[in-house]
């Protein structure tokens, strides 16, 4: 009797071949991407959509960058976009940072629903901490998982500054929301009052041990050499904030007077302030209006 060997059908379904490229493109997202993983399986058919977070079958989006010592603050929002509820759903959080605490997390989420994860982190001083959220779901043939690091700013506990009011700026006081207490600060000085651009600028550090007291006149906590300089800026790091004399002008003074600082976004160094000057109520750098 003749054996009659035959070749198997080198058939692939449609869904297999789909199950391989998605294979292909996680094992290239494992070893080549930054943002995470994201996988997804169900029992009608397979849909994944991994390149844009909001409008992904599980939407991710970071609501928040900024948190405070202490404070809970929302996080992170995901949304179920599915067209059925994900009955289990679960959220790890971890992070190197080691004072995160976990305020509140989606259990579920039913069809066409968002939820937040709300956390605590502490800091005593300005940090950036990474954060990582592992979420798994479950529900209606559907199963869901989806790995992101966002990281935030935890900024220190202490008064919240809304501006300062300079004297002439010979001297000046801080506003604050609340109660007064102590901050870091950096105080911005140069020599009295230049007529003619000048690099001659001090920074006067008040942090670590020596801090500033917002309860205080500017003047009063600055022991500098000579006694005729005047306040160019005060800059608040912990708070990501620099408020300017409205009458510093690149490395001059126009008319010194009393008058509200400018806010600037964003902290600063020597070369910004001496380059920086204030028109019509912003903060100028380098020809451009802009925060830092």
Request: aromatic share 6%.
């Amino acid at each position: 009797m003749n054996a009659t060997t035959r070749s198997p059908t080198a058939r692939v379904s449609a869904l297999r071949t789909l199950s391989l490229v998605l294979a292909f493109t996680a094992a290239v997202g494992l070893i080549f991407g930054t943002a995470g993983f994201s996988a997804m399986e169900a029992d009608r058919g397979l849909a994944v959509n991994v390149t844009d977070d909001e409008s992904a079958y599980l939407g991710y989006e970071a609501v928040n960058h900024t948190v405070h010592d202490g404070e809970p603050t929302d996080i992170v929002e995901y949304r179920n976009q599915f067209d059925s509820d994900l009955g289990e759903f679960d959220v790890e959080v971890s992070s190197d940072h080691g004072r995160v605490t976990v305020v509140s997390a989606p259990e579920a989420l039913g069809e066409g629903s968002k939820s937040r994860v709300t956390l605590v982190i502490r800091c005593d001083t300005r940090t950036t901490v990474p954060l990582l959220f592992e979420a798994d779901g479950n529900g209606g043939g559907v199963s869901v998982s989806l790995d992101r690091t966002h990281t935030v700013t935890c900024v220190p506990k202490g008064p919240t500054v809304t501006g300062v009011i300079f004297d002439d700026a010979s001297n000046g006081r801080v506003l604050v929301d609340g109660e007064d207490g102590a901050v870091a600060a950096d105080v911005w000085i140069v020599g009295n009052p230049p007529t003619e651009p000048t690099g001659d600028l001090s920074e006067v550090e008040f942090d670590g041990t020596a801090t500033f007291d917002t309860a205080t006149k500017i003047r009063r906590q600055v022991n500098a050499t000579p006694a005729n300089w005047k306040i160019v800026a005060v800059e608040f790091p912990d708070r990501n904030v620099t408020y300017f004399h409205p009458g510093w002008d690149a490395g001059v003074y126009e008319t010194p007077a009393t008058a509200d600082g400018v806010a600037y976004n964003g902290t600063v160094d020597e070369g910004l302030v001496a380059s920086a000057s204030v028109e019509n109520g912003s903060v100028v750098v380098n020809g451009s209006s802009g925060d830092g």
